[in-house]
């Protein structure tokens, strides 16, 4: 099992709605690191879900993948603001997976908190410059990010 961490907009979907929706897809990512990582995915594996660009950003709670990677949809869609006029269904470059909630956690743990924790100094959200909407996490990160709980 891997662990990853990926931000949303609350807005678009935050942890609480992806509690009540049960399960939800995870599409519009257009940066390629972003999808590589995003094809290593397998179900099972978990993450830590970042609310991003908001008041309060920070690791909201934890859910899983539930489905292996399969083509982005919303790449082909002309009315979504994912839209790739590249893409098309013989040739779509982006990926999205099913994921569901796991736990909502009782406060956010927020990026300057993260930033203080000495076994986190090498983990990529944290690093100056780090803006990937998916990221790897090391077992010892994940063990270390729970451990704030």
Request: aromatic fraction near 10%.
């Amino acid at each position: 099992m891997a662990y990853w961490l990926m931000k949303s907009e609350p807005d678009e979907l935050s942890i609480e709605g992806l509690k009540t929706l049960g399960q939800a897809r995870w599409d519009g990512v257009r940066n390629y690191q972003a999808r590589n990582f995003m094809r290593l995915m397998q179900p099972g594996d978990r993450f830590f879900f970042y609310h991003s660009s908001c008041p309060e950003p920070g690791i909201a709670g934890i859910a899983r993948i539930v489905s292996a990677p399969y083509p982005d949809p919303t790449a082909l869609d002309p009315t979504s603001h994912y839209h790739d006029p590249k893409a098309s269904p013989e040739k779509n470059p982006w990926l999205a997976v099913d994921v569901a909630c796991e736990q909502v956690f009782p406060r956010i743990l927020g990026l300057g908190l993260l930033k203080q924790q000495a076994a986190l100094a090498e983990m990529a959200l944290v690093k100056k410059g780090s803006r990937l909407s998916v990221m790897e996490v090391t077992a010892q990160e994940w063990k270390a990010v729970t451990a704030l709980l």
